[in-house]
């Protein structure tokens, strides 16, 4: 280099220069196109898919080296002493420009433009971090710079930004700018604030965000954009086009409002669990769904979240209908036309309908702080509809995968209703909230009737008497009972010899749901106690007597075993198997059943509950063995628990296996009763599914075969699954083809 | 028997709780007058049993207490048995 | 179990108060027992019971086509007006089309014995109404609302026949004009 830097001396010395410009310009020409430029491309080419911070330093100080070698090369081939003539002042232009004339420019790939994306991402981290540290630490809550994790005092992004203007400097002197930020800018842009919304927004925070993103952006992807336009502002004059035009900066924006509602919809749970707490983020949230939509993402994780943490045996009712309720109110006011609760919340109210506790629950809440006030049952309906109609929206593109209506009917704003529509229809709830009373007063736990009592009062005034009007039947047998069963324990025991003690609920079967009475032959030690009671009862009862149900009931009995004593509380029906087994060590379940002179189906579902407590083993199909080894036996009446749950096994299940000559028949009947509905809707177009029963009742039924309002439904449903049928506002009606 | 049994498992008795349902005795399953079951109350009370008794006529016929009252109450003349039309007297 | 069907007026909202063993619902003990009668209803093919307005049950109108007998070929509408008495007292029945018939008077009352002094509580709309047929099947000239019908009938079979169809065809009866009840497919 010395020896060619000398020579070139020598000829400019010799006036000479003319002669070997040309030939100075041709070795920088290829220098720079065969060795300079290729060395940075390939670095460029070779940066990885996402780069570490050393690979996109390695990139920049493969710039810097480029810009470096391009100023050598002007000091290696003009002496100092010569700058200022003119040849060399040419030369230097040449030079100057060179970068732009390099054939290889034009055989660049898109691949190429597209690794300046995570370099100018980094770069714009780095840039925005300067422009709003204030911002990005109210944001993430310390006082660190986001980009260089020094104390804002001391950060040196400043210095470091500075090694960009140089790239984009060369990129410039390239000619490369313009198409590098047309293809990679935005793109840069939009990975920043992906990656900075996540980084802001992955925990959950009750603030309000989109103000301080929407600050963020302006002060520093904003301006950013604009610098960049203005490096390229030479090459842009010429083709008067503007790099970053309005459509793609409203895009821009609108990013950040979906990444917002993506980072947030994760933390949906929290936020419907936290309201009203969270109610900044639901104004976020809102307004993002008002620009942008995007409201699946928010269903979506509802729906996720509510299976994964709630809708499963171990989460308690009342939590589940708490979250249920939060998130009807947040839902609502998210979206005021009910649609996106709708979608999100239906497996909830399947399952909810599902669980034996919820209607149990909703009542004892309904007038307790928190969860459901009277008040707010009865008279939030009047303000909220007020309130709703200067909030009216139309409904949501998601409208149309809205499978049920019921919840978003202008009259059930307030929670009350949203409850009751679990179960599809208030008179359903009543209708299940009277077989829930029974099977509590049934299920021989000490029931509070004051209190049972103010909860029917309270279901009356909202729902009216009509359904209502067994319940105080039922407390009031509840109260005869005990009445009862005092007096004939304290005058008549002795009379009638009532060896065991014994308590009846008495209950008036006409005003009680179903009652099952399974036969079955009782032990003769209840058998005489039973008819000994009876007797008795008719003594204070004249011209009455008594049917005994042995599917109900607690029989509490000791079982000696193994030189170990068991107490047990079952149903008379369980007592009476396991009775059977103190003769015989093994019985088959038909001969049990032919013994015990009841169904053999009623004793495989009971057998079950010996089984598991280990007293019995199942030894091949149908034949049951006692178990001699007592130490694994498992008892009963320690654990309330568990003694409901016999109990419940007990009456719940239906005894009479359905063969096919009553399925048929059930069919059958079902034909007639369609034809019927098909009927009426022919001649009165639309009805409700109250009329469409009360109708059938009347003209149908004939007293016969009456159908439950839930039967009706299910047929109806049925139909309307099969379009048959049309379910529109709470009404029925025939599809319009078939209206003849 | 004993032996039998190879003092494997002996059942006591603790209590029993049982469920019942009462049911008037009466040669009818409802009253002809109101046509409810004689098990629910005549149409004008809320509460069966007690509260709304079943009557029997010597003519063997029974009524809720409350309706066959009533038509009796309600008759000029002739207290008969809707049934029957003999004279209407109630058993004690 | 109670009917949980009660009809609509029932499941209104009442005021709670007044006798803590009276039904505090709006189901009247008329509305319940005509709820049972319309439910059991046994009817022949030739009695329809309609609803004209479905929230009231207490009114409603039997259409009647004879199948046999002098007035086979008409078509008779009656209204039922159930009191809130029954089954106390019986239903008001009358014809609501003017007829020639010894029991029916021209204003559409009937006479029916059941319908006035044999009404007892145990009788039900079914037995109503098959006294009713009855009517048209025998008309009875002993006991007459529309006396010179029930003369013709005594007196003259074949007149009183030949007056039946003739009013039934909308036709006079001597000054009388009668409306017209025979069912179009005839």
């Known amino acids: 280099m010395n020896q060619l830097s000398s020579i070139i001396d020598d000829l400019i010395e010799n006036g000479e220069i003319d002669l070997i410009l040309p030939v100075i310009k041709g070795g920088i020409k290829n220098q720079i196109e065969e060795v300079y430029f290729p060395q940075l491309c390939s670095v460029i080419e070779n940066v990885p898919q996402s780069p570490s911070a050393n690979d996109i330093q390695h990139v920049i100080n493969a710039f810097l080296q480029f810009e470096l070698l391009l100023n050598e090369t002007n000091q290696i081939y003009i002496p100092e002493q010569y700058v200022d003539k003119e040849q060399c002042l040419n030369l230097k232009r040449y030079i100057e420009i060179l970068p732009s004339k390099i054939n290889r420019l034009h055989t660049i790939k898109n691949s190429f433009y597209q690794k300046f994306i995570c370099l100018f991402e980094y770069y714009l981290a780095c840039y925005t971090a300067i422009q709003s540290k204030t911002i990005i630490s109210e944001l993430i809550g310390n006082t660190l710079c986001s980009f260089c994790k020094k104390q804002i005092g001391l950060c040196t992004c400043e210095t470091f930004y500075r090694n960009f203007e140089a790239v984009l400097n060369i990129l410039k002197r390239l000619k490369l700018l313009t198409k590098v930020c047309q293809m990679s800018a935005i793109e840069a842009c939009r990975h920043r604030i992906s990656n900075f919304v996540r980084d802001t927004c992955s925990k959950y925070s009750p603030n309000e965000c989109i103000p301080v993103l929407e600050q963020w952006y302006e002060s520093g992807v904003h301006c950013w954009l604009e610098i960049l336009q203005g490096y390229c502002y030479d090459e842009l004059s010429q083709s008067s086009q503007e790099l970053f035009d309005d459509h793609k900066r409203l895009e821009l924006k609108n990013y950040i409002l979906e990444c917002y509602i993506k980072a947030r919809s994760k933390h949906m749970f929290m936020i419907i669990i936290e309201y009203p707490e969270s109610c900044k983020v639901l104004k976020d949230l809102k307004q993002c769904i008002k620009q942008i939509g995007h409201r699946y993402l928010i269903i979506d994780t509802v729906k996720d979240e509510f299976n994964k943490r709630l809708l499963h045996p171990g989460a308690g009712t009342t939590d589940i209908l708490a979250a249920f309720i939060n998130a009807i109110r947040v839902l609502r006011y998210l979206d005021s036309t009910g649609v996106m609760m709708e979608l999100s919340c239906n497996n909830v109210k399947q399952y909810l309908a599902r669980r034996e506790d919820t209607i149990r629950v909703i009542v004892s809440n309904m007038n307790e702080h928190g969860v459901l006030e009277l008040d707010e049952l009865t008279e939030s309906d009047g303000r909220a509809t007020q309130m709703d109609m200067y909030d009216w929206e139309p409904e949501p593109i998601e409208a149309l995968n809205a499978p049920d209506r019921a919840l978003r009917t202008p009259h059930s704003r307030d929670m009350m209703s949203m409850l009751v529509s679990i179960y599809g229809h208030p008179e359903l709830f009543v209708e299940e909230y009277v077989h829930m009373l029974a099977d509590r007063l049934l299920s021989g736990v000490k029931v509070d009737i004051t209190h049972e009592g103010r909860y029917v009062d309270l279901l009356k005034n909202r729902f009216g008497d009509a359904g209502l009007q067994g319940c105080d039947v039922m407390l009031k047998d509840y109260i005869d009972s005990e009445t009862i069963n005092g007096s004939i324990r304290k005058n008549l025991s002795e009379k009638f010899s009532l060896e065991l003690p014994i308590n009846a609920l008495i209950i008036s079967s006409q005003y009680w749901p179903e009652v099952k009475f399974s036969p079955i032959e009782l032990p003769d030690e209840l058998m005489a106690i039973q008819k000994a009671y009876t007797t008795a009862y008719g003594s204070i009862r004249s011209r009455r007597t008594l049917h005994w149900s042995h599917n109900y009931g607690q029989v509490k009995i000791e079982i000696e075993i193994g030189g170990k004593t068991l107490d047990f509380t079952v149903t008379p029906f369980h007592a009476a198997i396991i009775y059977k087994f103190q003769d015989k060590d093994v019985w088959t379940i038909s001969d049990l059943s032919s013994s015990l002179k009841c169904s053999t189906a009623c004793i495989r579902k009971r057998i079950n509950l010996w089984q598991n407590c280990g007293l019995l083993k199942e030894e091949s199909k149908d034949t049951y063995r006692l178990v001699e080894d007592s130490s694994k036996v498992a008892q009963n009446s320690q654990h309330t628990q568990n003694e409901m749950v016999i109990t419940k096994c007990g009456d719940d299940e239906n005894d009479t296996a359905e063969n096919q000559a009553d399925l048929d028949k059930k069919e059958h009947e079902q034909t007639i009763i369609c034809n019927f509905i098909f009927g009426m809707l022919r001649t009165m177009t639309s009805l409700t599914l109250e009329r469409i029963c009360s109708l059938l009742s009347i003209y149908a039924f004939h007293g016969k075969n009456e159908k439950t309002l839930i039967e009706v439904r299910n047929i109806l449903d049925q139909k309307v699954t099969a379009n048959q049928l049309q379910y529109k506002n709470g009404l029925y009606t025939l599809p319009s083809s078939n209206q003849e | 028997m004993i032996n039998s049994c190879k003092n494997k498992m002996r059942i006591r008795f603790k209590e029993f709780n049982g469920v019942a349902i009462w049911k008037w005795i009466a040669n009818d399953d409802s009253c002809g007058i109101c046509r409810m079951p004689f098990d629910a109350s005549c149409s004008e009370c809320r509460y069966p049993g007690n509260d709304c008794p079943v009557l029997h006529g010597e003519c063997s016929h029974c009524y809720h207490e409350h309706c066959i009252k009533k038509w009796i109450n309600s008759q000029q003349t002739n207290k008969l048995c809707p049934m029957c039309r003999q004279e209407w007297k109630s058993v004690p | ?186």
């Open chain 3, 1 to 186: 179990m109670i009917n949980l069907f009660s009809f609509k007026e029932a499941t209104n909202r009442s005021t709670t108060g007044g006798d803590p063993n009276k039904p505090t619902s709006k189901t009247t003990p008329a509305v319940l027992r005509v709820t049972k009668d319309l439910n059991e209803l046994q009817l022949p093919g030739t009695c329809k019971v309609i609803h004209p307005d479905p929230n009231n049950l207490l009114d409603f109108n039997l259409t009647f086509t004879p199948d046999e007998g002098l007035y086979k070929g008409g078509q008779f509408i009656f209204s039922f007006r159930v009191p809130v008495e029954y089954p106390h007292s019986p239903p008001k029945v009358k014809c609501t089309q003017k007829i020639y018939h010894p029991n029916i008077d021209l204003e559409g009352n009937v006479c029916l014995n059941i319908l006035r002094e044999d009404w007892k509580p145990v009788l039900t709309i079914n037995a109503v109404i098959y006294g009713l047929i009855f009517l048209f099947v025998e008309p009875n000239a002993d006991d007459p609302l529309n006396k010179e019908a029930a003369e013709v009938l005594k007196n003259n079979k074949r007149t009183f026949e030949q007056n039946v169809a003739q009013s039934m065809r909308g036709g006079n009866v001597g000054s009388v004009s009668f409306d017209r009840v025979l069912t179009h497919h005839r």
